[in-house]
């Protein structure tokens, strides 16, 4: 039998599940502060439901199947989709909604680094009025999370797709709209190619030499909020007011790792509005942490033109390999060992009292001389040894070993457990 898995797809092995464990809690955390409510939607749905965000085309991009009963349904490939539904749907909710959900996905992508056929995604999404504050409650939150798990550094970085349709008809005098998106997918890939390769492509493609520098020089306008309202204000732009408004929200927020870029325009089809991603500045090759925005169009193809959206969505799998080279204080784990194999009862009794105090244990399944004890206890990275022997269990006492500094020192077992605990 080939045990070998399917293509884009692993198995989350004990250390990187941990990793995974870590974004979940940030994320968890981030949505308890926020008053974001906790869900998760379908992870299948009918397929006509997931052609809702990007058409036909996505049958491409997805598992799709038909089921038993011939009906054609697919796999989630994103939370976004299954959460606008669920409120659509729902019309009685009070609002704004804020929701928040995480979960696997499935994509039929090509596997690369970062990226896989079946991975997992944390999800914030505000359903409500059009106002600028909703756009500022998520990037709030999505900067929270970077902080708790130590990505302060990452940056990122802001757009408004109203702003790139003003630069674009404006300035460059093109209304044709299968034009027009072509030259927002040119801007998306500012980051990705050089400026020779985009103008080449371009200009194959029957667009001006002289138009596709000037919108390549917009799509390069990036920096603080206020440098770059002050070059697109420059442009004649008339459509920064959200951005202006966003600028002010974040600030009086404390949310300072933003940088506002023309070149974000994201799901060319999708969003709407201000738009956002989030990239590792020590680890660009993992593409976008998480990324968003506003995407009106969505909840009224389902049917609800009354409400407004926006929202965020971040690769776990990602987040954990950006935070995987981080430097971080093991966790805390006691080991329990028993030198004779006569007191497995009081060692029981132990990891008992440790575990009911919320403190992780572990100990030896199987008679073992101390020694292989205290080198399993050394070599899982535990913080403390409880030490349980003849003399201990004759008084009723346990010695506790520093695993890090080796100084011991006997004691009462709750004396033991109130140590561990103050540490």
């Known amino acids: 039998m080939d045990l070998a898995l399917p293509r884009g797809v692993d198995d989350i092995e004990p250390d990187r599940y941990a990793l995974h464990s870590r974004v979940r809690a940030a994320f968890e955390e981030v949505s308890r502060l926020y008053n974001f409510q906790l869900m998760e939607p379908a992870s299948l749905e009918h397929l006509g439901v997931l052609r809702a965000k990007s058409g036909e085309a996505v049958d491409k991009e997805i598992y799709a199947f038909k089921d038993k009963g011939g009906r054609d349904v697919g796999l989630r490939f994103d939370m976004t989709v299954g959460i606008t539904r669920y409120v659509c749907s729902r019309k009685g909710l009070r609002l704004p909604v804020k929701l928040a959900a995480s979960g696997g996905i499935w994509r039929y992508d090509e596997p690369q680094y970062g990226r896989y056929r079946w991975s997992h995604q944390w999800d914030l999404e505000v359903f409500g009025p059009p106002s600028v504050e909703l756009d500022a409650e998520v990037l709030d939150a999505c900067s929270a999370m970077l902080g708790r798990l130590g990505l302060s550094e990452a940056t990122i970085k802001v757009g408004d797709r109203r702003v790139v349709d003003g630069f ?13 998106v072509d030259l927002m997918r040119a801007l998306d890939k500012v980051e990705k190619k050089t400026i020779e390769e985009l103008t080449d492509e371009y200009v194959g493609k029957g667009f001006g030499p002289e138009r596709v520098r000037e919108l390549l020089e917009f799509g ?14 420059g442009l004649g732009q008339e ?51 998480f990324g968003g925005g506003r995407y009106d169009a969505l909840p009224r193809m389902f049917g609800r033109p009354d409400l407004s959206a926006t929202g965020a969505a971040g690769g776990i799998e990602r ?58 206890a050394s070599r899982m990275g535990a913080t403390w040894t409880v030490i349980i022997g003849e003399r201990e269990a004759r008084v009723g006492t346990v010695t506790l070993r520093d695993m890090k500094g080796r100084a011991e020192e006997t004691m009462p077992l709750e004396d033991a457990v109130k140590r561990i605990s103050r540490a």
């Open 168 to 180: 674009i008809r404006g300035k460059l005098g093109i209304t044709d709209g299968a034009q027009l």
């Open 220 to 233: 390069s306008v990036r920096g603080s909020p206020d440098k770059v309202l002050s070059e697109v204000s």
């Open 239 to 289: 459509a920064t007011k959200d951005l202006r408004a966003l600028a002010d929200m974040l600030d009086s927020r404390g949310v300072r790792n933003v940088e506002y870029n023309m070149s974000i325009v994201r799901g060319i089809d999708y969003y709407t509005g201000i738009v956002f991603e989030a990239t590792d500045n020590r680890n660009p090759r993992l593409g976008s942490l």
């Open 319 to 376: 987040m954990a390999l950006s935070i995987a080279a981080q430097t971080r204080p093991a966790g805390l784990l006691v080991y329990v060992a028993v030198a004779g194999g006569r007191f497995g009862a009081q060692a029981s009794k132990a990891r008992k009292a440790l575990m009911d105090s919320g403190i992780p244990c572990e100990t030896s399944l199987q008679d073992r001389p101390l020694s292989k004890q205290l080198e399993d």
